[in-house]
């Protein structure tokens, strides 16, 4: 699996769930395949989009939160997940796509194929923790986590070996994605 392959399983199973998705490919791809006002785009500030993401969990607790996250983000600020597993917000989804390299910058390794993520997730006390290699192991756990309570963390293991490609970047502002976001947030939904 790749992140394009990734991405495209998980937005055909999104409704009106909430989505922060962290910098790079990570929002890149997002936005290509499926831009929607419900998808946050993180700029810059790498490794944020977990403590962003806790913070919408915890202000809206009727809505489910989904972190589109990277190995390389994730490890950027390890100081999320105890902070979420301590919390425990039951509406928190925290996904995780793992291809051992910081893709977005060329590629350089991370520690991930040394460090077991979803460990660190445990011992951070998330409340369902799971590791995926597969697309249909992927339909099936997100299916799953949507349907349940978290605080959730789902590691997808993906290819650093993806063909490079052209992918444009997020066309919009800073400005105009925190307020098509806000607005998402703001919407009642049953």
Do not use: W
């Not at 972190?67 to 917000?89: E, K, R, V």
Request: aromatic share 6%.
């Amino acid at each position: 699996m790749n992140y394009r392959e990734v991405i495209t399983i998980i937005a055909e199973l999104l409704k009106g769930q909430l989505v922060v998705c962290a910098n790079g490919f990570i929002s890149r791809e997002t936005f290509t395949i499926s831009d929607r006002t419900e998808n946050f785009y993180m700029i810059g500030s790498m490794g944020l989009a977990s403590s962003i993401g806790l913070g919408v969990a915890l202000s809206k607790p009727s809505r489910k939160v989904i972190i589109l996250d990277g190995d390389g983000n994730l490890l950027m600020n390890l100081g999320s997940l105890p902070m979420i597993g301590s919390l425990q917000p039951k509406n928190l989804l925290h996904i995780v796509l793992d291809n051992e390299v910081y893709a977005s910058t060329g590629n350089q390794p991370t520690i991930s194929n040394v460090i077991e993520l979803e460990d660190i997730a445990k011992s951070a006390k998330y409340a369902y923790i799971k590791k995926v290699t597969t697309d249909e192991e992927l339909r099936r756990e997100v299916v799953h986590i949507l349907e349940n309570d978290g605080p959730s963390f789902l590691l997808v293991k993906i290819s650093d070996k993806e063909e490079q490609r052209e992918i444009g970047r997020v066309t919009h502002s800073p400005e105009e994605i925190k307020e098509r976001f806000m607005s998402a947030i703001a919407e009642i939904t049953e």
